[in-house]
């Protein structure tokens, strides 16, 4: 997983990419078992740390959270809009784990670099309580197809004006299974 990042040259960054790691396996963890619709939680390896040094854990040697905990804590939100890519569709799930249904428009825009957006989108949803949904299922490969390294997915889930959620995906090149890595986002 440290592909994801520039080689680390000192030890600054050597900390920020292990940090950033462990959160983005906790992130990929949480939302496969969220979009399976599976009544489950995480257990991390390590939450806690017990010597002064570099390591994967979520709360650091003094009690301070690291990444992996603020990750855990916005993967577990109550209320989650994310997306997944498998080839050149692109599915769009909302989980719903309060005690009411939530109503609201699920927006999707692929944004490229500059930060304009290629294409923006809407639906509306409706989610019953405790329950994932598969809301959408949309084929955006005439957009973000050989630029998948200038581009990505921003999610977000709203009532009105308020957000309940936001996520976003970096896209997957064509015949690899891997999203696009950080250091190679244009």
Not at 91 to 118: K, M, W
Not at 135 to 148: A, I, P, Q, T
Not at 153 to 180: D, R, W
Request: contains cysteine.
């Amino acid at each position: 997983s440290f592909n994801r990042y520039w080689y680390p040259t000192t030890n600054e960054t050597l900390v920020y990419a292990t940090q950033q790691s462990a959160a983005e396996e906790i992130r990929t963890l949480v939302n496969a078992a969220r979009r399976k619709n599976s009544k489950c939680g995480v257990l991390t390896s390590q939450a806690n740390d017990s010597w002064y040094g570099i390591s994967q854990s979520t709360v650091d040697y003094f009690g301070r959270w690291k990444a992996g905990n603020y990750m855990l804590k916005r993967e577990f939100a109550p209320i989650l809009a994310i997306a997944e890519q498998k080839e050149n569709d692109i599915t769009f799930y909302v989980s719903n784990e309060t005690h009411e249904q939530i109503c609201g428009t699920l927006h999707y825009a692929v944004i490229d670099n500059r930060n304009i957006p290629l294409l923006t989108g809407d639906i509306d949803v409706n989610v019953e309580r405790f329950t994932t949904k598969e809301v959408l299922k949309k084929d955006l490969s005439s957009v973000f197809l050989g630029n998948e390294d200038e581009c990505y997915l921003l999610v977000c889930l709203a009532n009105g004006s308020n957000i309940l959620s936001k996520s976003t995906l970096m896209f997957t090149k064509s015949g690899e299974t891997s999203p696009v890595n950080q250091k190679s986002f244009k």
